[in-house]
């Protein structure tokens, strides 16, 4: 039973990843400080709420972005929700999600390289 213990632990490896509240609030000050503007639609579970980030660049080209796992089962930034970035389309997305994932947060992020920015935040690898 040890043996199977250890093989597991070695399958499921944990690690520390900040509070998503943490998380808002570090991705929040960082952009107001790098002169983009944040602000949370939707608040979420302050521990382990999933993050999803409205990414634009001067109110241009909305896009749904959050931390997920890539296809080399690393921690990645996925684009979600609706390819077209109309604004209406990624608003009703995110309402959806929302409806359905009480816990989810909703920041909207408009700053230059917004994906860049998410993913130096987020990942933080």
Known sequence: MEDRTRQLAGIWQLSARLASGALV????RRANAA???ATVLAKGDSTAGAIL???QDRGENPRALERGVGPD???ALIAV???EGESRAVTDY???RRQNDPDLWVV???IAQAERFV???MLGD
Do not use: H, Q, Y
């Not at 609030?25 to 929040?28: F, G, I, K, R, V």
């Open 81 to 83: 929700g609706p390819s």
């Open 53 to 55: 980030v409205i990414a």
């Open 119 to 121: 993913a130096e935040t």
């Open 35 to 37: 002169g983009g503007f």
């Open 108 to 110: 909207e992020l408009d």
């Open 25 to 28: 609030n570090a991705l929040a």
């Open 73 to 75: 089962g690393k921690t």
């Open 94 to 96: 995110w309402m959806r």
